[in-house]
């Protein structure tokens, strides 16, 4: 696992010189944020709410980890201060920040005088679901993976292909042995390769129980997913309805533009992006998805040419051919995303 004392990623499934090429990416100004960021603001909130801070020192994979409560009020002031804090993606504090965030239950401010300390009725433990031996020999081969997995848009980030992208391949059919209704669920392969990258197999799996309890998954059926991507269209023509007109008028088949929004974040964003936004979405949840997915078609339509930007072309099956590289090379910061987000 990783090594506390100078960075927090999961040493097993990510090489070491990769993680010193990420590291040597930072920019000064991210090094110097690193060093003096004040986040006590941050450690009081979550322990005022009595969160699993004790949870990361320990080394115990089947320690039982309960869900807390948090009031509107407090929920408010921890969206503020994750949303405005860059933590450079070596930060010791984001092992500890997910997993305290993503075992937050919101309850209404009117409440608070009746809470002091909520805890689940059935606590969870990260071995509750583990890894079953016997998928060795099943998944010898990168090529096979769950039904519920978007094979066309495998992410895999920065895991090594001997351990890490075989441990997540390990982890996603334990997964599905465990919830055979779960039929259709892109997002889950993703968000497990994102996790992987700073928590061992078993907080992986207890992770992702967590979204999906909380139905974060983005949809659990085709039929779901689709009306995600639905929702994604409704709500462009809501708060950007010229952007939403001009992909009318140039597209035949908006529905495979719309199709793609999830994947303009997970697939196409720099990693560092990627990182901060998970930050905000094991707190807000899928609604942060729509909006910076609705900020980067907004930013790409608006003004291409201005961003230096290939000029917009789009190919017959209603794609907008540039999309992934105005992603890959996005122009603008990832504060000013979620500014305009």
Request: aromatic fraction near 10%; glycine fraction near 2%; hydrophobic fraction near 40%.
């Amino acid at each position: 696992m990783a090594d506390g004392n100078s960075h927090p990623f999961n040493n097993d499934v990510i090489a070491d010189d990769t993680i010193a090429q990420l590291r040597k990416q930072l920019s000064h100004q991210q090094q110097q944020h690193q060093h003096n960021s004040k986040h006590k603001d941050l450690i009081d909130l979550l322990s005022s709410n009595h969160t699993s801070n004790h949870f990361l020192n320990s080394i115990d994979p089947s320690i039982n980890i309960s869900s807390q409560a948090i009031t509107d009020d407090d929920f408010n002031r921890l969206k503020s201060i994750i949303r405005s804090t860059i933590w450079p993606i070596d930060h010791l504090i984001r092992r500890q920040l997910w997993m305290n965030i993503l075992t937050l239950n919101r309850v209404s401010t009117s409440k608070q005088h009746r809470i002091t300390h909520h805890t689940s009725q059935t606590p969870l433990s990260t071995s509750t679901i583990t890894i079953d031996s016997s998928l060795h020999s099943l998944t010898s081969k990168l090529s096979q993976w769950p039904n519920f997995v978007d094979i066309t848009n495998l992410c895999f980030y920065h895991l090594t292909e001997s351990r890490g992208c075989l441990l997540l391949q390990h982890i996603l059919f334990t997964f599905a042995l465990h919830h055979p209704d779960l039929t259709y669920c892109p997002a889950l392969e993703p968000l497990s390769a994102l996790l992987l990258h700073y928590f061992n197999e078993h907080e992986v799996l207890y992770l992702i129980n967590r979204l999906l309890i909380k139905h974060w998954l983005c949809g659990e059926t085709r039929l779901q997913w689709e009306a995600n991507c639905n929702v994604f269209k409704k709500l462009l023509k809501i708060y950007y309805k010229s952007t939403a007109d001009v992909i009318e008028l140039r597209y035949t088949n908006t529905k495979v533009f719309y199709q793609e929004w999830f994947w303009w974040i997970f697939r196409y964003l720099p990693f560092a992006y990627l990182v901060k936004i998970m930050d905000c979405f094991l707190l807000e949840g899928p609604k942060i998805l729509y909006r910076i997915g609705l900020a980067l078609v907004h930013l790409f339509i608006k003004k291409p040419h201005s961003y230096n930007c290939l000029s917009v072309k789009h190919e017959s099956n209603g794609k907008i051919q540039n999309m992934a590289d105005f992603c890959q090379q996005i122009p603008v910061s990832i504060e000013h995303l979620l500014n305009v987000s």
